[in-house]
């Protein structure tokens, strides 16, 4: 029994020495918000985030003109490749805004739906419930886009080549 007592002692005192902050943050609450954070579901932070929105971005350089079509791969490898730091920033960021807006008990409920099976299957029916909406907005985006360009080009029409000024008479010479 006293072995027992000296145990539990021992894992006591243990469990004392642990730090119960870190970074500013207190350790339970931090642990949580990363598990959250690192879900994906809220902040794009993870590889293949990074993956698609560099691709995105060098997609928009190219259809702006600012980026050749063989050059697209490259490009993209390299946004991706700067993007890294800033998604660890963002990484952070997430996490203290985690902290700073939930308790511990709030964030074990989060934790917990982000990151549990059942949490899972209702993210993969988000997705589908609204893939409609989301091919309807785009459908519209681009329709809208289309409209709006055709009105600002009649009401600006392209303008007119400027003649060129008249010489003065040869004979006046």
């Known amino acids: ?68 079509p063989e050059q697209f791969v490259q490009a993209a490898m390299a946004i991706e490749r700067a993007l890294e730091p800033v998604a660890k920033e963002a990484r952070e960021t997430a996490i203290k805004g985690l902290v700073d807006a939930y308790n511990v008990k709030e964030l074990e409920l989060l934790a917990d739906f982000f990151v549990s099976k059942q949490g899972e299957q209702v993210r993969n029916k988000i997705t589908e419930a609204l893939e409609p909406s989301q091919a309807l907005m785009n459908e519209r985006a681009q329709t809208v886009t289309a409209e709006a360009l055709q009105r600002l080009k009649a009401a600006w029409p392209a303008p007119t080549p400027t003649p060129a000024a008249p010489q003065g008479d040869p004979r006046s010479n």
Do not use: N, Y
């Not at 350790?27 to 579901?41: C, P, Q, T, Y």
């Open 1 to 68: 029994m006293r072995m027992i007592a000296l145990a539990l002692l021992g894992t006591v005192l243990a469990a004392g020495c642990q730090p119960t902050v870190k970074d500013g943050m207190p350790v339970a609450e931090r642990r949580l918000a990363e598990k959250i954070v690192d879900s994906g579901l809220l902040v794009p932070v993870g590889e293949g985030s990074q993956r698609q929105m560099a691709g995105q971005l060098a997609q928009q350089a190219m259809m702006g003109g600012a980026l050749a």
